[in-house]
Nanobody
Framework: QVQLVESGGGLVQAGGSLRLSCAASGRTFSRYAMGWFRQAPGKEREFVAAISWSGGMTYYADSVKGRFTISRDNAKNTVYLQMNSLRPEDTAVYYC????????????????WGQGTQVTVSS
């Protein structure tokens, strides 16, 4: 059993930055890859980024590549999403998730989900 709690969302102007955090708890946390997904109103949930439990493998959606960076600190049981050069189309609820591997997460295969944090980018 894994519990995930996201934080760091908010309202930001286009071109600005936000850093999302996802704190994880549970006995098996260190065995999971971690990732981020997002869902905008009226749209399907989409994959954003994923990182292996060791941090050695990362994946990014084409829409965020070069702007977002995923990282993790296993000592703090936390995964981060640094979001730079934000655009209005980045507006969504962002969810963190666990997966067997980062490749699983890239394919949309997740095991546990957080409650989500709202990111709103104004123009």
């Amino acid at each position: 059993q894994v519990q995930l709690v996201e934080s760091g969302g908010g309202l930001v102007q286009a071109g600005g930055s936000l850093r999302l955090s996802c704190a994880a708890s549970g006995r098996t946390f260190s065995r999971y890859a971690m990732g981020w997904f997002r869902q905008a109103p009226g749209k399907e949930r989409e994959f954003v980024a994923a990182i292996s439990w060791s941090g050695g493998m990362t994946y990014y959606a084409d829409s965020v590549k070069g702007r977002f960076t995923i990282s993790r600190d296993n000592a703090k049981n936390t995964v981060y999403l640094q979001m730079n050069s934000l655009r209005p189309e980045d507006t969504a609820v962002y969810y963190c998730a666990t997966g067997e591997t980062s490749t699983h997460l890239r394919a949309g295969e997740a095991d546990y989900w957080g409650q989500g944090t709202q990111v709103t980018v104004s123009s």
